[in-house]
């Protein structure tokens, strides 16, 4: 059964840069037809994703975040990680990272979804 | 303002039969597949519909789920006290080119 468990830091200062890593356990990251995710969310709000990355490191990143997103995957370790530049209070969320599988077919994705998730880890941006 | 949306609330008593709507649009789920996960306040969510209306292993088969056109929807059948969590829809968007959620739905057992 695999599992997936946030580590970072819990305080950023506002301008700095978030890093977080997510170890996976129970399962290789390098499996065929799964995509590695980040999502976030505000204290009482929905859920918002973030980006994904496949163990190739093929990325694709929500634009809304624009220039600020890197996620990367290191086999060696079955782990991938998280970059957020120029953070500000609106940054401020629980981060949580998940296993994206997928049905394909002739190469496209005809349905995928999110299973499982990590515990979450909250950052806080402040100064 | 969420690309997909969902009533902030919904309640029930034990039993009873529940329903969530989630209305989008012919970019996300007019053309894609819509998923739930159920979120404990304080827990991460939970996968609990996909495809539309696959249940993965392990979820009670009291919850169902269904898409029309580019509304989807939940259905809880015998409302348990247990249910009591918020409800969260999303599916693919190829305008915006992410994954877009629902604000999420609050289910209370009365």
């Given at each position: 059964q695999v599992q997936l468990q946030e580590s970072g830091p819990g305080l950023v200062k506002p301008s700095q840069t978030l890093s977080l890593t997510c170890a996976v356990s129970?399962?290789?990251?390098?499996?065929?037809?799964f995509y590695w995710s980040w999502f976030r969310q505000p204290a009482g709000k929905g859920l918002q994703w973030i980006g994904r990355v496949y163990f190739s490191g093929n990325t694709k990143y929500?634009?809304?975040?624009?220039?600020r997103v890197t996620m990367s995957v290191d086999p060696s370790k079955n782990q991938f990680s998280l970059r957020l530049t120029s953070?500000?209070?609106?940054?401020t969320a629980v981060y949580y990272c998940v296993r994206e599988g997928m049905i394909t077919f002739g190469g496209v994705i005809t349905d995928d979804w999110f299973d499982p998730w990590g515990q979450g880890t909250l950052v806080i941006v402040s100064s | 303002q969420s690309v997909v949306s969902q009533p902030p609330s919904a309640s029930g008593t034990p039993g009873q039969r529940v329903t969530i709507a989630c209305s989008g649009s012919s970019s996300n789920i007019g053309s894609h597949s819509a998923n739930w996960y159920q979120q404990v306040p304080g827990t991460a969510p939970k996968l609990l519909i996909y495809s539309n209306h696959k249940r993965p292993s392990?979820?009670?088969?009291?919850f169902s789920g269904s898409k029309s056109g580019t509304s989807a929807s939940l259905a809880i059948s015998?409302?348990?006290?247990?249910?009591e969590a918020i409800y969260h829809c999303g599916a693919w968007d190829d305008s915006l080119n992410a994954w877009v959620f629902g604000g999420g739905t609050k289910v209370t057992v009365l």
């Open positions: 129970g399962g290789a990251i390098t499996t065929d037809n929500n634009p809304s975040l624009k220039n953070v500000t209070a609106a940054d | 392990g979820v009670p088969g009291r015998g409302l348990q006290s247990e249910d």
